[in-house]
Nanobody, 123 residues
């Protein structure tokens, strides 16, 4: 079965940190771009970050630049999103997704999605 499993969410105070993981099973991630997305209640899903298939190129939404870091370990078939200096406005369900190809591209349909992991930032 081909799937992505994202995990690592939780409740954290403002200023805290979390690391999300995105593990693939049934396929290898080294030929896929990985994207992280989030959706807050009542809002549309938004792209947070993306990493190329080799990890050599990354991009970030302006709202998370300097606070979030995307990475991947193709040997472990896993990608990560390190989130530091979390703010209440970061509260959302976070999803990882895999797109066949080498480079991040906007407005494309990703091939596989994780089930989502809840991140809540609150005092």
């Amino acid at each position: 079965q081909l799937q992505l499993v994202d995990s690592g969410g939780g409740l954290v105070h403002p200023g805290g940190s979390l690391r999300l993981s995105c593990a693939a099973s049934g396929f290898t991630l080294d030929t896929y771009v990985i994207g992280w997305f989030r959706q807050a209640p009542g809002k549309e899903r938004e792209g947070v970050s993306c990493i190329s298939s080799t990890g050599g190129s990354t991009n970030y939404a302006d709202s998370v630049k300097g606070r979030f870091t995307i990475s991947r370990d193709n040997a472990k078939n896993t990608a990560y999103l390190q989130m530091n200096s979390l703010k209440p406005e970061d509260t959302a369900v976070y999803y990882c997704a895999a797109l066949y190809g080498r480079t991040c591209r906007p407005s494309v349909r990703y091939n596989y999605w994780g089930q989502g992991t809840q991140v809540t930032v609150s005092s």
